[in-house]
């Protein structure tokens, strides 16, 4: 947890939108309190009443435990984030980029299971795959996602498949190019999936 000065007091604060990280952090400050959520953002108890924490504002605890809203031009004025062993952010307010809940990763999660749902290929299958079969389709799919437009079209027109795809022809199908990087994705977690159980069998 990142925490910030407010000369000479530190104090800690999130910035709205919540993450699941954030969230839990919120319902400890709230004494393990579901968070309520209105129409305009994010409701949480303050000293004063009852306020509400919009989109992009900071949700600050006070040094006795007190929570209030702050928007970001006056976080940004009024605060400076404390170096805590070595390491500090330079920039808190990018935070809110980061997320374990990015619309990347829903996509790579969607198209593993739909690797194992729909087309059936679930550990039995992957796991028969010893000669890191999955590993080279993922190369092949990330090569094609890093080739320039120029070559992607070339090898399109001419139905050009990797030297390193290792099925059958048929099964080479690329896309656009990020949808090619989700399946590349998609597939080294399933080849990773195969190495971990080899692993614990082994």
């Not at 000065?5 to 309190?33: C, D, F, H, M, Y």
């Not at 605060?79 to 952010?89: H, K, L, R, S």
């Amino acid at each position: 947890m990142t925490k910030y000065r407010k000369k000479p007091v530190v104090i800690e604060a999130i910035q709205t939108p919540l993450n699941a990280e954030k969230l839990a952090i919120l319902s400890e400050w709230q004494g393990g309190a579901d968070i309520s959520v209105g129409s305009t953002g994010i409701v949480i108890s303050t000293l004063e009443g009852e306020m509400t924490a919009g989109k992009g504002d900071w949700i600050i605890k006070g040094v006795k435990g007190e929570l209030y809203p702050c928007k970001p031009d006056i976080f940004a004025a009024t605060y400076e984030a404390v170096e805590i062993q070595g390491d500090t952010d330079p920039n808190p307010a990018l935070e809110q980029l980061h997320s374990w809940f990015s619309q990347a990763a829903l996509d790579v999660t969607a198209e593993r299971r739909r690797q194992i749902e729909l087309e059936g290929y679930g550990n039995r299958h992957d796991d028969a795959h010893t000669g890191f079969e999955i590993a080279k389709a993922a190369v092949a799919y990330a090569q094609r996602a890093a080739m320039s437009e120029d070559v992607r079209s070339f090898k399109e027109k001419r139905d050009q498949v990797p030297s390193l795809w290792p099925w059958a022809r048929a099964w080479w199908k690329p896309k656009d190019r990020r949808s090619d990087l989700v399946r590349a994705a998609a597939l080294l977690i399933a080849e990773i999936e195969r190495l971990d159980r080899a692993e614990a069998t082994s």
